[in-house]
């Protein structure tokens, strides 16, 4: 009901005395309403920025101090401005470094490989070569043993290292640069969802996407891979920014080259990154799928799109099948094996996948649950981590879309084909607080939600708040407080 303006003012300068559900927003729309417009174009994507840098940062808290113990990539950005493929000298710790033994024999040969000694089960002059089969030298021939040091570590994540080590050198902050190059994705992410609205793959508005966003963002593993640098999570970091780009260059096969692109610098950061059904899936879609197949015009614009997308693919795998060879003399090594760890004698009676591994994996994977007790510290969580049911339960809504997308069969075959070569993996992850690997198709998921369509309700919201907490705990005593971690023996970490 309105009444009609006093004299001297007009109908526009008159304020609304009331306001009936009828002919006004509530309180919570408009607060929705606002939102909505504060996230759209750029100034929301900085905003979103900003807000989860902090979240990384404050989780990181004293470790922005310094780099961190395990800052590999520094080390490998370090040895290329000083053209080498190897560490200058000794490396700062133990841990997952390539340890490669360098024989010279009194008859003038030099062979290279891991030389007995303890590290591999079998006979002190047993000679594990670079390549071929392991055979023996007798300690009477050899003139001199040294080592060389390497990381054998997938390189890309070096690269955008490369400009900040030649100014700081080896003091350079990798836990600083890992936390400000992960507030980058959640941004990102939050773009690629409106993107898909854009598209009509998604029905989202802005505050749903950034539900999703929040939900990836800091209520999942990623939190606690943002915080502490260290080269097994940077390397998950940037990872996950290229997941982001093949996702959005994928999308109706728009981009061919920037996916084959994101393909070969992915496979460069983690090698399980088998990612290849999406962009082929939704190629064929956009050529009207198989209808579209039986035309001869639509068949060589497919052709075309694929030999787009698998040119930079081609180009980046020879690029890093050569650096492999100058390391290890083999293309296809990457020099895992040559890391003298507890595991060691594993990798070489199994391989580096295999189904030995599966149960294990699974487990950490789907089952593994902290250990509640009735006393100080009252929880601990396995140094394999926990379920991805306990850091992210809001996953379970990705088998409950209200309908089905057109990605939906594309994505279900890309998780599954892009997981298990970690499934298969000789390490479940470990040390971890949660199953890290799962990143490397998080994404996947994220936008299996989004086109699922699915209302994201109050018992959604709630989940993402209590996802918030546990990662939350995660990202602050990850590597700091003990006390809430223990070694799992169900995961023995020798010759199982």
Not at 291 to 320: N, Y
Request: with cysteine.
């Amino acid at each position: 009901m309105t009444t009609s303006p006093s004299p001297g003012e007009t109908a526009a300068e008159k304020p609304v005395e009331t306001a009936s559900p009828a002919d006004s927003a509530p309180s919570s729309s408009l607060s929705r309403l606002r939102l909505s417009r504060l996230l759209r174009g750029w100034r929301g994507a900085v905003v979103i920025y900003l807000a989860f840098t902090g979240a990384y940062l404050g989780a990181s808290g004293g470790r922005l101090r310094a780099h961190s113990q395990y800052n590999h990539y520094v080390y490998l950005a370090e040895g290329w401005l000083h053209g080498r493929l190897t560490l200058a000298g000794p490396p700062p710790n133990e841990n997952d470094w390539a340890k490669i033994d360098v024989l010279k024999l009194k008859d003038g040969r030099e062979l290279r490989g891991i030389y007995g000694g303890g590290r591999i089960a079998g006979p002190a002059d047993r000679l594990y070569p670079l390549r071929g089969e392991p055979f023996t030298v007798p300690a009477a021939e050899i003139a001199t043993r040294s080592t060389v040091r390497l990381v054998s570590f997938p390189p890309f994540p070096a690269i955008p290292m490369l400009p900040f080590v030649a100014i700081w050198g080896l003091h350079f902050n990798d836990v600083l640069f890992t936390a400000l190059w992960a507030g980058l994705n959640p941004m990102l992410l939050f773009l690629l969802l409106r993107a898909l609205r854009a598209r009509g793959l998604s029905q989202r508005s802005e505050v749903d996407d950034l539900w999703l966003t929040a939900m990836f963002g800091v209520g999942s593993v990623y939190y606690f891979c943002a915080v502490v640098g260290e080269v097994w999570f940077s390397a998950e970091i940037i990872a996950v920014t290229l997941s982001i780009g093949y996702v959005w260059a994928s999308i109706e096969a728009r981009r061919p080259v920037l996916a084959g692109i994101c393909v070969a610098l992915g496979f460069a950061t983690r090698p399980p990154w088998v990612v290849l059904p999406l962009f082929l899936f939704e190629a064929v879609r956009a050529v009207g799928g198989r209808d579209g197949l039986r035309d001869q015009k639509s068949r060589r614009a497919l052709l075309v799109s694929l030999l787009k997308f698998a040119a930079p693919i081609a180009v980046g795998g020879a690029a890093l099948a050569a650096y492999n060879y100058a390391r290890f003399q083999n293309p296809f090594e990457f020099g895992h094996r040559f890391m003298p760890v507890q595991w060691q004698d594993r990798m070489f009676r199994f391989g580096l996948f295999n189904y030995h591994f599966l149960s294990r994996n699974l487990a950490a994977a789907l089952v593994l649950l902290p250990r509640i007790m009735t006393h100080y510290p009252y929880v601990k969580v396995s140094q394999h981590g926990v379920s991805l049911l306990v850091t992210s339960p809001n996953l379970a809504y990705t088998v409950m879309p209200q309908e089905r997308s057109p990605l939906t069969k594309a994505l279900w075959i890309t998780i599954l084909t892009t997981a298990l070569p970690s499934l298969l993996y000789q390490n479940s992850g470990y040390v971890q607080w949660g199953y890290r690997f799962s990143l490397d198709y998080m994404i996947y998921f994220m936008v299996l939600l989004a086109v699922g369509n699915r209302p994201i309700t109050k018992l959604f919201r709630a989940l993402v708040v209590v996802a918030f907490a546990i990662n939350l705990f995660l990202a602050i005593g990850f590597d700091r407080y003990t006390e809430f971690s223990y070694d799992d023996s169900f995961f023995p970490h020798g010759n199982n």
